[in-house]
């Protein structure tokens, strides 16, 4: 493949220090309750792994997929591609994803979920690439805000590789 992913944007190490910092947050904030955990696939596998192995509260897991079309309306479109296989109302729900960039995919994400009754509904993110937001979308639980490339690692891929590696690196094409 003509992509050179040499160079380390965060290494493991910073990553693993954002992830304990964000479950303290998560744990103090939900002390007393109980968490349904959504991950957004496939990037937030590998973070979610680690994000709800540092939680404290009883915790549930669910995934959802879905891709999202800007079009030409500010509305958006989102299609679901797998759906939750719980049930949210009533319930404590934080989702989670691998990466905030125009914020397009978890406004829409954010208004569908609400339109079936969750209790409250939090979002976190691993990465976040600030300058490039185009909605309205911040997390209640930030990771690290990056610049504006093109990264892989810690479940982010390119082209479906990449999703394995332990630090998170800058993808550039070669030639
Ligand atoms: P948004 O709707 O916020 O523009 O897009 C978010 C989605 O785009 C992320 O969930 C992720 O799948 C993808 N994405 C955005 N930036 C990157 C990146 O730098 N690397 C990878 N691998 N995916 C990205
Ligand atoms: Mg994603």
């Known amino acids: ?8 944007l ?34 937030s596998f590998v973070f979610l792994a680690d994000l709800v192995r540092e939680l404290k509260m009883p915790v549930t897991v ?5 891709s999202s079309y800007s079009g030409t309306t ?18 404590n729900v934080l989702i989670v994803e691998d990466i905030i960039d125009t914020g397009y995919t978890l406004s829409c994400l954010k208004e569908m979920l609400l339109t079936r009754n969750p209790k409250t509904l939090k979002i976190c993110s691993a990465f976040d690439k600030k300058e490039r937001r185009t909605c309205e979308m911040n997390a209640d639980y930030e990771g690290i805000v990056i610049p504006n490339e093109f990264i892989v690692g810690y479940g982010l891929d390119y082209d479906g590789c990449y999703r394995n590696l332990k630090d998170v690196c800058i993808a550039k094409l070669l030639g």
Do not use: C, H, W
Request: proline content about 2%.
């Open 10 to 43: 965060i290494p493991e190490a910073e990553i693993k220090a954002m992830v304990s910092d964000m479950a303290a947050k998560i744990n103090k904030d939900y002390e007393g309750e109980e968490l349904l955990v959504v991950g957004v696939l496939t990037g």
């Open 74 to 91: 500010s509305t958006g479109v989102l299609s679901v591609k797998k759906d939750l296989s719980s049930n949210i109302a009533g319930r």
């Open 62 to 66: 669910d995934f959802i997929q879905v």
């Open 1 to 8: 493949m003509n992509l050179d992913v040499s160079k380390v």
